[in-house]
């Protein structure tokens, strides 16, 4: 059962780089790490995902280190709009032929004028 | 067309209604899904459909009752709800059910009030 674990909150200034980082000590070895943002009232948008190493595209990039234990969201210059709850989610335990994907808690981050 | 609907945005029910909740995405997804949000929290599974054919029922209440039409629309059907059902209910699919691989489109959901 791989299990995230991530800061509560974070608070940045507008124009800072922002990373979050999420723990996943017990991510199997066909696991994807999958970054989601939520805004208030709204369903999660989904932001980045990766296997190993480094991804990058237009919003965000994430770093993982090769034992994968552990994963780096990092926003390049946040802005206000960047305010929000950020996910990381890892597989978890398989159920009728689909393996269930759990969201954490959540990363609130709030940006600062 | 990469965008998931819901209808209603917002529903207010008494214990003894019934009443229905709408989704529907045209992106060609074959898998859908049900969430339950409450305020603050993550996200919570309820259902997934996999080819219109239910594959994950998360020990939800029989008050709740999915149903699958046909491939683009997926409708949650309330029943003799209670006040702690309260919440944000979500909508989402994704093109196949790869689990943590797939990338899954939400919709904005309905804001459920029960009195």
């Known amino acids: 059962l791989a299990k995230t674990t991530q800061p509560i909150s974070m608070d940045s200034y507008e124009g800072q780089e922002v990373n979050i980082t999420c723990s996943h000590n017990?991510?199997?070895?066909?696991?994807?790490i999958t970054w989601y943002q939520q805004f208030p009232s709204q369903g999660p948008r989904f932001i980045i995902q990766?296997?190993?190493t480094k991804v990058t595209n237009e919003v965000a990039s994430l770093f993982i280190p090769a034992d994968r234990k552990s994963s780096t969201l990092s926003l390049p210059r946040v802005s206000l709009s960047d305010t929000a709850v950020y996910y990381c989610?890892?597989?978890?335990?398989?159920?009728?032929?689909?393996?269930?994907?759990?969201f954490g808690i959540g990363t609130k981050l709030q940006v600062i004028p | 067309d990469t965008e998931v609907t819901q209808t209603p945005k917002h529903l207010v029910m008494g214990m003894t209604n019934k009443k229905s909740l709408k989704c529907e995405q045209h992106?060609?997804?074959?898998?859908m899904y049900w969430y339950k949000q409450k305020a603050k929290k993550p996200p919570e599974l309820m259902f997934v459909?996999?080819?219109?054919?239910?594959?994950i029922n998360e020990s939800v209440p029989s008050r709740f009752s999915p149903e699958c039409p046909n491939s683009s629309l997926l409708n949650l059907h309330l029943h003799a709800l209670q006040p702690e059902d309260s919440a944000l209910y979500l909508c989402?699919?994704?093109?196949?059910?790869?689990?943590?691989?797939?990338?899954?489109?939400f919709g904005p959901g309905t804001r459920l009030t029960v009195l």
């Open positions: 459909y996999s080819y219109e054919k239910l594959s």
């Open positions: 989402a699919s994704s093109p196949s059910l790869a689990g943590g691989r797939s990338e899954q489109f």
């Open positions: 017990n991510i199997a070895t066909n696991d994807y």
């Open positions: 990766g296997y190993k």
């Open positions: 989610l890892v597989g978890d335990q398989f159920s009728g032929g689909y393996q269930k994907v759990t």
């Open positions: 992106m060609g997804h074959r898998a």
